[in-house]
C-alpha cells in the first residue's frame, strides 16, 4: 500500500512555471507508475503524464506535451510536474496517483491510489 501527497500548487500567471511534488509513504514506491491527473472547474478529472516504475517512459496529454515534464526519484519516494508555459486553462486541481498494472494507463479507473490533490490556478 501507497500513500500519496501532493504539495507545489498555488497561483501563477499565465506564461509562468510551477513544480508540483508528490510524497509517497512505504517501501515499494518502485514497483507503481505513477501519474498525475487534474480536474478542472466543473469538469471531469483528466489524465495528465505517467511515469513508468524505472522513470524511463512517459506519456503526456497531448494537451501539456512541450509544456510538462513529469519525472521521479526513486531514492526519494517522490514524483515531480515541472510544469512551463501555463495557460488559464490549466487551472485545476492536481492530482497524484500510484498503478501497479503492467503497462502506463492514461484511464483514472486504473489507478488503485490517489493524494488529496493541490490547487493550481493561472491567471490572466
Not at 62 to 71: A, E, L, N
Amino acid at each position: 500500500q501507497v500513500q500519496l501527497g501532493e504539495s507545489g500548487g498555488g497561483l501563477v500567471q499565465v506564461g509562468g512555471s510551477l513544480r508540483l511534488s508528490c510524497a509517497a509513504s512505504g517501501r515499494t514506491f518502485g514497483a507503481y507508475h505513477m501519474a498525475w491527473f487534474r480536474q478542472p472547474p466543473g469538469k471531469e478529472r483528466e489524465f495528465v503524464a505517467v511515469v513508468s516504475r524505472d522513470g524511463k517512459s512517459t506519456l503526456y496529454a497531448d494537451s501539456v506535451k512541450g509544456r510538462f515534464t513529469i519525472s521521479r526519484d526513486n531514492t526519494k519516494n517522490t514524483i515531480f510536474l515541472q510544469m512551463n508555459s501555463l495557460k488559464p486553462e490549466d487551472t485545476a486541481v492536481y492530482y497524484c496517483a500510484a498503478d501497479g498494472a503492467f503497462t502506463l494507463h492514461r484511464e483514472a479507473s486504473v489507478y488503485g491510489y490517489w493524494g488529496q490533490g493541490t490547487q493550481v490556478t493561472v491567471s490572466s
